[in-house]
């Protein structure tokens, strides 16, 4: 992520992708500087948060939710889509009301504080620790294919992941700042082999008609194709810093988005001209079995390994970023700054790295007594994500109401067709979420709701007045 969040006492959480400082105004009503950020870095910073470790396991899971390869191709079209609305709708809040809070920002701006403390609530147990458990089972089902460790080899390489790297943080070990630039190479390093091993190098396949799935469901696809897609809400994030954002900010949405879309296009035309829809189904590591049937069993070996590295990479820096969630809460939350979340050795928040990895070792736990892993973590954080999206939504609408003399740089076109159509997807796919996605949904809604009371309980009344 970009940018830093703030909090009601100013707290700061850094995010692993900075390559920019944000111009964006402080609370004190201070202008930003000009921007400087041209097209071609605006669409670099965008692809480069986007196209991560997904693309080499959620493929798998698209799979075995459709009929035929024209509709899991098509639903990656659909993602694409989908994903330049959202961003159109974020690039107007985010250049409106400019702030390094993001969604925290808007929901309590157009709420009140009350509703953007719940998603603090939100990020720090169920969204960040489900995605640090999530990432883990990435790296599991990766490593498991360099090191089996039998039946629970994935969740047991999943935890141990999970223990060294918060423990290294717990340390002090500092990010250093090349883990971002380390991880997109690695990541862009497995993309090219899989691209080549599997549109130019694979020999032609014998086309069968794909078996029908056990389930199908587009609606439960689609939350991991847009899972996959996940990071285009950074926009919000990068309006103070381009420049002419009125004239750039379109161009930069449409070129990334039209990018991102070919990129994740051509890969699944690779799984598929390597592995076929069936063969993508049953795969548990898409990408090191598409490279070994093409390169032989070093190709899938040296992938493997590649996308482990990649994988611990994202997961350090997710474990370093959702602890100063956690501190920043602790500091807006006097009952939660009294479990000393905000407590630190020479800055390194010690107390809220080791809450956090003992509830993303819980999820691992949870994930390992289900059928996958990584499904289920996608499961346990995709209702409360849609949610959180849908009111992003509807607060568009709200402060457009509320302030219609706000100064807007940009406006998202079609108004108010965009936000709309927008709002009318979080929904479908909070249904979705919600009805297809089993156990793991149901628990993290649970995990939510608790939020509410100990928000209720634990906020200064003072608070309670919008932003």
Same mark, same amino acid.
């Given at each position: 992520?970009?940018?830093?969040?703030?909090?009601?006492?100013?707290?700061?959480?850094?995010?692993?992708?900075?390559?920019?400082?944000?111009?964006?105004?402080?609370?004190?009503?201070?202008? *930003?500087?000009?921007?400087?950020? /041209? @097209?071609?870095?605006?669409? =670099? +910073? %965008?692809?480069?948060? !986007? $196209? #991560?470790?997904? &693309?080499?396991?959620? *493929?798998?899971?698209?799979?075995? /939710? @459709?009929?035929?390869?024209? =509709? +899991? %191709?098509?639903?990656? !079209? $659909? #993602?694409?889509? &989908?994903?330049?609305?959202?961003?159109?709708?974020?690039?107007?809040?985010?250049?409106?009301?400019?702030?390094?809070?993001?969604?925290?920002?808007?929901?309590?701006?157009?709420?009140?504080?009350?509703?953007?403390?719940?998603?603090?609530?939100?990020?720090?147990?169920?969204?960040?620790?489900?995605?640090?458990?999530?990432?883990?089972?990435?790296?599991?089902?990766?490593?498991?294919?360099?090191?089996?460790?039998?039946?629970?080899?994935?969740?047991?390489?999943?935890?141990?992941?999970?223990?060294?790297?918060?423990?290294?943080?717990?340390?002090?070990?500092?990010?250093?700042?090349?883990?971002?630039?380390?991880?997109?190479?690695?990541?862009?390093?497995?993309?090219?082999?899989?691209?080549?091993?599997?549109?130019?190098?694979?020999?032609?396949?014998?086309?069968?008609?794909?078996?029908?799935?056990?389930?199908?469901?587009?609606?439960?696809?689609?939350?991991?194709?847009?899972?996959?897609?996940?990071?285009?809400?950074?926009?919000?994030?990068?309006?103070?810093?381009?420049?002419?954002?009125?004239?750039?900010?379109?161009?930069?949405?449409?070129?990334?988005?039209?990018?991102?879309?070919?990129?994740?296009?051509?890969?699944?035309?690779?799984?598929?001209?390597?592995?076929?829809?069936?063969?993508?189904?049953?795969?548990?590591?898409?990408?090191?079995?598409?490279?070994?049937?093409?390169?032989?069993?070093?190709?899938?070996?040296?992938?493997?390994?590649?996308?482990?590295?990649?994988?611990?990479?994202?997961?350090?820096?997710?474990?370093?970023?959702?602890?100063?969630?956690?501190?920043?809460?602790?500091?807006?939350?006097?009952?939660?700054?009294?479990?000393?979340?905000?407590?630190?050795?020479?800055?390194?928040?010690?107390?809220?790295?080791?809450?956090?990895?003992?509830?993303?070792?819980?999820?691992?736990?949870?994930?390992?007594?289900?059928?996958?892993?990584?499904?289920?973590?996608?499961?346990?954080?995709?209702?409360?994500?849609?949610?959180?999206?849908?009111?992003?939504?509807?607060?568009?609408?709200?402060?457009?109401?509320?302030?219609?003399?706000?100064?807007?740089?940009?406006?998202?076109?079609?108004?108010?067709?965009?936000?709309?159509?927008?709002?009318?997807?979080?929904?479908?796919?909070?249904?979705?979420?919600?009805?297809?996605?089993?156990?793991?949904?149901?628990?993290?809604?649970?995990?939510?709701?608790?939020?509410?009371?100990?928000?209720?309980?634990?906020?200064?009344?003072?608070?309670?007045?919008?932003?």
């Amino acid at each position: 992520m970009s940018g830093e969040l703030r909090g009601p006492n100013s707290a700061r959480v850094w995010h692993t992708f900075k390559p920019f400082e944000c111009a964006m105004p402080d609370h004190d009503g201070r202008e *930003p500087p000009h921007g400087r950020m /041209s @097209v071609l870095q605006g669409v =670099a +910073f %965008i692809v480069g948060i !986007v $196209v #991560g470790i997904g &693309i080499f396991k959620s *493929p798998q899971l698209v799979a075995q /939710s @459709v009929t035929s390869e024209a =509709a +899991f %191709i098509s639903l990656w !079209v $659909v #993602g694409g889509l &989908i994903t330049l609305v959202g961003a159109l709708v974020y690039a107007e809040l985010g250049s409106s009301y400019p702030s390094g809070g993001g969604e925290y920002h808007f929901l309590s701006r157009a709420f009140g504080r009350p509703v953007g403390l719940l998603f603090a609530w939100a990020r720090v147990t169920v969204l960040q620790t489900g995605i640090i458990a999530a990432v883990a089972f990435v790296f599991g089902d990766y490593a498991q294919q360099l090191v089996p460790l039998g039946p629970h080899g994935t969740a047991i390489h999943a935890a141990l992941a999970l223990s060294i790297l918060t423990l290294v943080n717990l340390l002090g070990s500092p990010l250093g700042k090349g883990f971002q630039l380390a991880l997109t190479s690695l990541t862009l390093t497995a993309v090219v082999a899989v691209l080549v091993a599997g549109l130019c190098l694979a020999p032609p396949r014998i086309a069968t008609a794909p078996s029908d799935p056990a389930t199908a469901a587009i609606g439960f696809a689609l939350v991991f194709v847009l899972l996959t897609y996940g990071g285009w809400s950074e926009i919000a994030y990068l309006s103070g810093d381009l420049k002419d954002v009125r004239r750039n900010m379109v161009r930069v949405l449409v070129i990334a988005t039209v990018v991102i879309t070919m990129i994740y296009v051509l890969m699944n035309l690779a799984y598929l001209n390597v592995l076929g829809l069936d063969g993508t189904r049953k795969s548990g590591a898409v990408g090191a079995d598409a490279l070994r049937k093409v390169a032989g069993p070093h190709g899938g070996i040296a992938l493997a390994l590649v996308i482990s590295c990649a994988a611990l990479s994202a997961l350090n820096g997710t474990i370093f970023t959702g602890a100063r969630l956690y501190r920043a809460v602790g500091n807006d939350l006097p009952l939660l700054k009294r479990l000393r979340l905000d407590a630190s050795r020479d800055g390194n928040p010690t107390v809220a790295f080791a809450a956090q990895g003992a509830v993303a070792m819980a999820l691992i736990v949870f994930g390992a007594m289900t059928r996958d892993g990584f499904q289920a973590m996608v499961a346990y954080t995709a209702p409360v994500f849609w949610l959180f999206l849908l009111l992003v939504g509807i607060s568009y609408f709200i402060l457009h109401r509320r302030e219609p003399d706000q100064e807007q740089p940009f406006r998202a076109p079609f108004y108010p067709f965009t936000p709309a159509l927008f709002c009318l997807t979080c929904v479908y796919l909070l249904y979705a979420s919600l009805v297809y996605t089993g156990r793991g949904a149901l628990l993290g809604v649970a995990v939510l709701l608790i939020g509410v009371p100990v928000v209720w309980l634990a906020m200064p009344r003072k608070t309670t007045k919008r932003p």
